[in-house]
């Protein structure tokens, strides 16, 4: 009898523990769910909803209009602009900063003094507001009274201003972004080169690679081979977020072609407040990032995977 | 002309010494192990001979020929590493097919899809092919050529390593400990397949290892090497039962040799805890000894006699084919280990008498380690 | 070993040359801020300042602009996100790591589903519910888009789950209740995680343009990236030395605070790249 009653007090105790674990557990993940809700999952929906609408900020009704807003998106000039322009973008912004990023960790990776100054040097940018940064960079490349003026004067190139050429803009605001983002990747690059077994290095010197090069594509671009994948989707998310620079200084000109998504998207939204089509511009945003970021999953398991 | 030569090498980083004057000449199709703890020095010289690090001072010759300033892959040396060191992005097949592909083909036929188009890549490809193909095929690999590396067991990996080694044919084959990664069963068997590998090839192996076992089995010559210094240089048989210095003997055999303390006055006598134990030194000049017994060189009596010395059983082990009795000896700190083949009904506590069996005695000066030699015709 | 040297020669070069060009606009900003109008407009090209005009451009930058007043809302505005980011990160991290209950695999799912979208998705459906409340323009507005910090709650719940359950176990069996359990035990080997998202959630929000602009119009609630534009207009564009003041004054804080703590800022920033 009275071990039936130990058993019984037992079990009872567990399941208080366990209800009192529950009770906690929610109540912990309580007000972090709420905010979730408010600010990141609801409005997701809401964004996709308005889309179908042509609501307009401070409308008081609005109207559904099925896909309308998608198709005047792609019958519009401006848009399709800026979708080029921010795909043209990318493509520029990808591989330099990770060229650049790479190189240097290579070669921070290869000294011994000083590799902690040069890094901090690097990395620098990545600390910056791009706000006052833009700004400074605009005084740089002042047609006639910036750094670059001098520098161009040199070569007998006077009034060169990149940053108001539509054929200069967009690729000068690239320049800017991978000197903001190169640092970052390579610290990344950095701590994959640490990963590498020496070993693999002595191997390959014995199975005949001598230069520096064969050695690079026998062990350290394959090693790397995950890094890399990840830095390169880390650094399209980014890059496809780039705002600052082009409402600090160009504000989309000249003449659109410094039109990037995220900037449509704050011209729309909130200096036209057309909501609903803003939203169809978020939506394409959205989606832009999700294929990204599920094609580097779906990557990452398949190939790159050998550990 | 020997396979390799080493003349006065040494290394040091920075004030650390590591390799002290060291000097070797293996013959071809000789199996010489660099035995010694961590920390000799015996992965360092490894690494000299292959052309991964340089020597402070010395040369180190291959086939007659001076090494020094020889990139690694033109001294036509392969190596095993410990960590097998296998490029874990490719198969098997291109593992084992690397050396010969970064050698033969120039940099237009190693690029990724044209390459095999570009001048005759095709046959050069073919024949590597064959190579890889009989290589597999010799060492038992062949149904794994398209597995990756971290899809192998331990001991498919470390055939991998052995397989690239092999397929260029190199005249010298280093190993870096390549089997301590490896659990016990799998390094027996692993050991004999070297050696029989070695037999076959009839090329030279150097062979490094901290395992005193691997290197008593596998090798043709033994350089037992400590703090940087090769202490000596001879065959596995003549390394256990003629050491030349304390710290070879204590290094090779298991169990560890027993090292008794004892005196020696002018006539030459040796006495161990006071007793004389009827033997007699050449050199009268030593007077502190160490004695290096191993446990088999004891032999256990039932009566006492005028040499015999006393002892305590404090721990038994049976091992089936034979006994180990741990003892205390006299007034001896360390426990001695005694191997018997009967123990005749003693037990722990037991108090027993104990003779060496002297012609397999080692002496050693107590002070410098040295090996000291008895009277030819000392002990009966 | 002529050669070895040459090589390593050329490698710092090679790296010297590369960070001179990266730090160039830093470096330029603040010789910049340092030099009189006359010399900054000036066909005569010169990188050192003749006179020196430091006084009177930080003054400048000081009076023209509320720039202590930009500075201070971006103080309140950092510390209080953060705090309040961890005040609810912390506990949800726990929840999720360590303790048991039916909705935990459901949250996390909801977290990882958060961490891929970008704030331009949010923002229009956020600033609609602020509009709602009437607290756009406020401090509240500034802050409440990011009280929630899903980044910490993963970074932090990886840690968590670094701690041994049988740990956990042995405090229960000694009587701890959870609370002691989550101060005592939990937080302690946290601070490692705390201290990147910390850094991660100041840089961050010390650096946001884009929320605080279409948040806020009155220049009294300026973040230093909005005051440093304001400066700019206000400016039309001709004070550089001044505004380059401005710049060097927004940028220091936490430049300064990556130079002095190099380590904890690499590896902080670091750990936001692992998540996506």
Known sequence: MQNQDKEFMEIKMQENRRSSQSLLGYLFIAPSFILMMLIIIIPTFV????????WSFGDPEFAYIGFENYITLLEDEVFMTSFW???????????????????????????????????????????????????????????????????????????????????????????????????????????????????????????????????????????????TLFVSVYTLVRAFQVFDYIHVLTKGGPNHSTELLSYTLYVEGFEYFRAGYASAIAVVFLLLTLTITLLKTYYFEKKVHYK | MSALSIKNCTKSYGDVQILKDINLNVKKGEFLTLLGPSGCGKSTLLKI??????????????????????????????????????????????????????????????????????????????????????????????????RKPSELSG?????????????????????????????????????????????????????VTHDQEEAMTMSDKVAVMMDGVILQFDTPHNIYTNPNHIKVAQFIGSPKINILYAKSFEDGKIYLNGKDIEYKLKDSEFTELSLGVRPEAFKLVEEK????????????????SHYLLYVKIGLEEDICIVKVNDINEHKIDDIINLEIKTKKMLIFDAKSGQRIYGDKNAGK | MITIDLKKLLKHLVLSFSAFLFALPFIWMILTSFKPADEIFSKEFSIFPENWAIIENYTAAFTKTDLVGFLYNGFVVVTIIFIIQMLFSIPAAYAIAKLR??????????????????????????????????MLDTYTSLIFPWTISVFSIFLIRQFFMTIPDDLLYAARIDGMNEFTIAWKIMLPTAIPAIIACGIVSVVTHWNDYFWPLIAISNDALY??????????????????????????????????????????????????????
Request: net charge neutral.
């Open chain 1, 85 to 227: 322009n921010t795909i043209y973008f990318m493509l520029l912004v990808l591989p330099l900063s990770i060229i650049i990023g790479l190189a240097m960790a290579i070669l921070i990776n290869s000294v011994t003094k000083g590799a902690k100054i040069y890094r901090a040097m690097f990395f620098l940018p990545v600390m910056a507001s791009q706000v006052a940064m833009g700004i400074v960079w605009e005084f740089m490349l002042h047609p006639t009274i910036g750094l670059s003026a001098h520098f161009f004067s040199i070569f007998g190139i006077e009034n060169l201003s990149l940053l108001e050429n539509s054929s200069t803009a967009l690729t000068t605001i690239a320049v800017l972004t991978v000197w903001q983002f190169a640092g970052f990747n390579m610290v990344l690059f950095i701590s994959g080169l640490a990963t590498i077994p020496k070993d693999l290095y002595d191997a390959a010197k014995i199975d005949g690679a001598k230069s520096f090069f064969s050695k690079f594509w026998l062990v350290t671009w394959p090693m790397l081979g995950p890094v």
């Open chain 1, 47 to 54: 964004i996709v909803f308005l889309s179908f609408t042509d």
């Open chain 2, 305 to 320: 006699t005028n040499k015999s010395i006393k002892a305590v059983i404090k721990h038994i082990e049976n091992l089936g």
């Open chain 2, 49 to 146: 001979i292959a052309g991964l690090d340089t020597q402070t001072s010395g040369e180190v010759l291959i086939k007659g020929r001076d090494v020094t300033n020889v990139d690694p892959t033109n001294r036509n040396i392969s190596m095993v590493f410990q960590s097998y060191a296998l490029y874990p992005h490719m198969s098997v097949y291109e593992n084992i097919a690397t050396p010969l592909k970064t050698r033969k083909l120039n940099v237009m036929q190693k690029m990724p899809f044209v390459g095999k188009f570009i001048n005759n890549a095709k046959e050069t490809l073919n024949d590597i092919d064959k190579d890889v193909k009989e290589v597999a095929e010799k060492l038992n690999i062949i149904h794994l050529l398209d």
């Open chain 2, 155 to 207: 001991g498919q990996k470390q055939r991998v390593a052995i397989g690239r080694a092999m397929v260029r044919n190199p005249h010298l084959f280093l190993m870096d400990e390549p089997l301590s990664n490896l659990d016990a069963s799998l390094r027996v068997q692993m050991r004999t397949e070297i050696a029989a590998l070695h037999r076959e090839l009839d090329e030279t192996f150097v062979y």
């Open chain 3, 223 to 276: 973040t230093p990236p909005l005051g440093v534009t304001y400066f700019k207009d206000e400016m039309s564009g001709t004070d550089y030395g001044p505004l380059m003041a401005a710049a060097t004054i927004i940028v220091a804080p936490l430049v300064v605070a990556f130079l002095a703590a190099q380590e904890k800022f690499i590896k902080g920033l670091s750990s936001q790249a692992g998540m996506k």
């Open chain 3, 101 to 134: 209950f039916k909705g935990s695999k459901f949250f996390f799912t909801l977290v990882l589903f958060s961490l891929l979208i970008p704030q331009f998705v949010f923002a229009i459906p956020v600033y609609f519910e602020l509009h709602l409340i009437d």
